[in-house]
């Protein structure tokens, strides 16, 4: 799934982190939002500073 960053996701902070720290890596999805340099499969274990970007 590609979006231009992650505010583009949703505006619900815990459900958009459900999706991206647990409903897509169960399924093998990888996310990419660009602007915000996310890339799923290049990060190690937790995504690192991604929940706070959630945060609005």
């Known amino acids: 799934m590609i979006v231009k960053d992650l505010s583009r996701l949703g505006r619900r902070c815990i459900l958009c982190g459900r999706y991206t720290e647990i409903y897509f890596p169960e399924r093998h ?17 937790s995504m690192g500073i991604t929940p706070f970007k959630h945060i609005c």
Do not use: E
């Open 29 to 45: 999805v990888r996310f990419l939002a660009l602007n915000d340099g996310v890339d799923t499969p290049n990060q190690s274990g």
